[in-house]
């Protein structure tokens, strides 16, 4: 016997039990962004290497450690899958200049990729639903997203479970000025840094302060703030984000040492964060990024979005028991006999034509099996067509739950008749 190939470690398969809930987080989803006015555009799983070292960051653990970047054969260049959704669909737009005297609202769903150790919630191949509203200035989009994501939690019922972080990290100068004064306050107590806030200490000093080592927490508590380093302008676009909040009702954490994974980020930032799923509590995180337009090749424009994942999401849902059951067929069809195969496919495709599900037994088995797997598929009637109804262009419409008498009906009202046992 032939050895079996696995999937890779990290890289799910999500099967027929798990998917339907994946297609009611993903209906609900479209729904939802589509009241918003929002847009879906797809982009390719694999994009030039240099999209995301340019937009991610050259110092940041995405490009450091964790892309999947490999050598095109053909011509020698260095392609990358994914690993993020903001630089791509950033990247169409401005291929496509779709932002020429306009704004856009888009979003976008799919896999992205990071070669890291697997755990619950964080894996190489994970899903994310990302939106982007491109070419709005003002504080008011950013609070439009917030709003919007507070409106999804209570439609998926995760409101109770979720509760919003936010931060603002100023324009790059004002982040330039506040790195200065961090290394400066960091150095002092180099020693007592763990391995990743030693290596970062240089490279990306605010990504130390998220560290989540027990140890560091005073240190990083005591930290200069990037808040003391913001000017007017800055200072501003936080206040009145902060009170458009206030305004509506929205609960929020001001969080001083919520920094973002990515360098592009400025001004708001935001994370919804759940203390149910252990150590991966961040299920959906977003902000600013008004210069990345800009650095890769568009002309200057503000941009705020967000990303969610899938997984953490899902994991969230199925530990709260709100997914939807399996969805079952309103017919299973059992035939057995000469020519029945033949008009079981005929009746099954008029019941389906008049809006019903149906599954249709295939092949050679006993009414008894026949039974066992109509009940099994959890179909509320069962049709029945034996060599009498083929003769007699009948069927039999026997009640598979709930209770209810067997009936014969003709063919003609067959649907009629399944449609009076669903109560339809």
């Known amino acids: 016997m032939a050895e079996k190939i696995?999937?890779?470690?990290?890289?799910?398969?999500?099967?027929?039990?798990?998917?339907?809930?994946?297609?009611?987080?993903?209906?609900?989803?479209?729904?939802w962004l589509s009241d918003y006015g929002y847009r879906n555009i797809r982009m390719p799983i694999v994009e030039d290497t240099r999209l995301f070292v340019r937009s991610i960051g050259e110092a940041t653990d995405i490009v450091e450690k964790e892309m999947y970047t490999f050598t095109d054969s053909l011509n020698g260049?260095?392609?990358?899958?994914?690993?993020?959704?903001t630089a791509s669909c950033l990247r169409a737009v401005t291929e496509h200049n779709l932002l020429y005297n306009t704004t856009q609202r888009l979003w976008y769903v799919?896999?992205?990729f990071r070669h890291e150790r697997p755990q619950k919630g964080r894996y190489r191949q994970f899903h994310q639903i990302g939106v982007e509203a491109l070419g709005f200035n003002g504080p008011d989009i950013d609070a439009e997203l917030i709003l919007m994501t507070a409106d999804l939690w209570q439609r998926l019922g995760l409101a109770p479970y979720l509760k919003l972080h936010l931060n603002t990290l100023g324009s790059s100068a004002e982040r330039a000025e506040h790195r200065q004064a961090l290394i400066a306050y960091l150095e002092q107590h180099k020693d007592a840094l763990d391995e990743d806030g030693q290596r970062r200490l240089y490279s990306n000093p605010l990504r130390v302060l998220d560290s989540k080592t027990p140890s560091?927490?005073?240190?990083?508590?005591?930290?200069?703030?990037l808040i003391d380093h913001l000017g007017e302008a800055s200072r501003r676009h936080y206040d009145d984000w902060r009170a458009m909040l206030q305004a509506v009702g929205i609960d929020y954490v001001e969080n001083p040492r919520l920094v973002r994974g990515l360098d592009y980020?400025?001004?708001?930032?935001?994370?919804?964060?759940?203390?149910?799923?252990?150590?991966?509590?961040?299920v959906c995180g977003g902000g600013r990024y008004d210069s990345l337009i800009e650095q890769l090749g568009g002309k200057p424009a503000p941009a705020v979005g967000f990303a969610m994942g899938v997984e953490r999401l899902m994991l969230l849902l199925q530990d709260k028991a709100l997914l939807p059951a399996a969805p079952a067929p309103d017919v299973y069809l059992v035939n057995q006999g000469e020519g029945a195969a033949l008009y079981a496919l005929t009746v099954a495709q008029a019941l389906r034509a008049a809006g019903l599900k149906v599954i249709q037994h295939c092949g050679e088995a006993s009414f008894k099996s026949q039974f066992k797997k109509a009940d099994a598929s959890g179909a509320a009637v069962a049709v029945v067509l034996g060599d009498n109804e083929v003769a007699q262009q009948q069927a039999v419409v026997k009640p598979l739950r709930g209770g209810g008498e067997q009936t014969t009906v003709a063919r003609a009202e067959l649907a009629a008749a399944v449609a009076a046992h669903l109560n339809r």
């Open 265 to 282: 980020y400025n001004l708001s930032v935001f994370e919804w964060v759940t203390t149910e799923l252990g150590a991966q509590g961040t």
């Open 110 to 112: 799919g896999p992205m």
């Open 216 to 225: 560091m927490q005073a240190i990083c508590d005591n930290a200069p703030r």
């Open 77 to 85: 260049d260095s392609l990358t899958l994914r690993p993020e959704g």
């Open 6 to 31: 696995q999937a890779i470690r990290g890289m799910n398969d999500i099967l027929p039990d798990e998917s339907h809930q994946w297609e009611f987080l993903e209906h609900t989803v479209r729904n």
